[in-house]
């Protein structure tokens, strides 16, 4: 079955472009090709107070790459995940509505974190992630914000192997000033 297809909102381009990402973050593939699925990722720290947001780090990998860095997250990682979200029943009933195309608008799904529903504006950190084919988003799939607050739960559940693993992702292939980096240290990505 095709996966229904739209514009990818403006949010998910890179901070300093007005076009898609081209390439995956780990193996250079030309996404825009349509060849392959990928997905993007992007976590962003707000100053509340003067209502500006800075994008930390973000990211596309196609699926090939993706599969790769999820299985270097342990089995009780996975387990304890999938635990965590099957609990989250509004979320699970939100995205159902959205696959079936009753749900919210991508533009109001972005809005607020998809476990808690805290407006982003509210939020003093938050990931967003979605998936994507060509320049295209891949709509039968919802697209997700996560608030800190989520990362801190779901980091919680994570095995130091996993954490390390994914620390090692995010050294290898993000840099920036050491204050920020903390920030995202332990804290889980989304593939």
């Known amino acids: 079955m095709q996966p229904n297809l739209s514009?990818?909102?403006?949010i998910f381009y890179p901070f300093d472009s007005h076009e898609p990402f081209t390439a995956?973050?780990?193996?250079?593939?030309d996404l825009l090709l349509g060849t392959t699925d990928y997905f993007i990722e992007k976590a962003f720290k707000n100053n509340i107070e003067y209502q500006v947001s800075d994008v930390v780090f973000e990211y596309a990998i196609c699926s090939p790459c993706a599969h790769s860095l999820q299985s270097s997250i342990s089995e009780a990682s996975q387990?304890?995940?999938a635990e965590y979200f099957q609990q989250q029943e509004a979320f699970l009933a939100k995205m159902e509505a959205f696959q079936?195309?009753?749900?919210?608008?991508i533009a109001t799904v972005l809005t607020k974190c998809s476990i808690t529903n805290q407006p982003v504006s509210q939020l003093s950190d938050y990931m967003i992630y979605g998936h994507f084919r060509g320049n295209k988003m891949v709509t039968s799939t919802m697209p997700n914000v996560v608030s800190g607050q989520v990362m801190d739960e779901l980091?919680?559940?994570?095995?130091?192997?996993?954490?390390?693993?994914?620390?090692?992702?995010k050294d290898q292939?993000?840099?920036?000033?050491?204050?920020l980096e903390d920030l995202w240290k332990d804290k889980p990505v989304f593939l």
């Open 155 to 169: 980091s919680a559940l994570l095995s130091n192997e996993t954490l390390g693993a994914m620390n090692d992702f």
């Open 24 to 29: 995956c973050k780990v193996c250079g593939l």
């Open 100 to 105: 079936q195309g009753k749900g919210e608008s």
């Open 173 to 179: 292939y993000f840099g920036g000033p050491v204050a």
């Open 79 to 81: 387990k304890s995940m």
């Open 7 to 10: 514009d990818i909102p403006p």
